[in-house]
């Protein structure tokens, strides 16, 4: 039980997965479902959504205290940890690299954030 985070293509192919990365589900909900937690598809993620948060993580890793105000935790029901640790920097370390795979694909695959909690 907990937090879980997908992002898809349209056929439903699996493009990344995270667990318990609230700060990110966060972010997700915020930017690309319009604040509305409800477990559904996203709107499609576009290459500047991409880009957007590939900075924001490049900026926590460099500065890690930043978290607090660009990567801010949020809280549910079994979503995790609150504390901006090493476990959250070692999310923030696969995010960009993840997020950075998806630039190559993103223009032709239509990419979807889902959670599951």
């Known amino acids: 039980m907990g937090l879980d985070m997908y992002i898809h293509d349209q056929y439903g192919n699996e493009v990344a997965y ?3 990365f609230n700060a990110l589900h966060g972010w997700f909900v915020k930017n690309l479902q319009d604040g509305v937690d409800n477990c559904e598809n996203s709107r499609r ?14 900026a926590v890793k460099q500065a890690p ?14 979503f995790g940890s609150d504390e901006y640790d090493k476990w959250f920097m070692q999310d923030v370390h696969e995010s960009i690299e993840k997020f950075e795979k998806m630039l190559d694909v ?6 979807y954030y889902r959670s599951s909690w």
């Open 45 to 58: 993620i576009t290459r500047e959504d991409l880009e957007q948060i590939i900075y924001i993580l490049k």
């Open 106 to 111: 993103v223009d032709e695959d239509h990419l």
């Open 18 to 20: 995270w667990r318990k």
């Open 65 to 78: 205290l930043s978290a607090q105000v660009l990567l801010p935790a949020t809280s549910g029901f079994f």
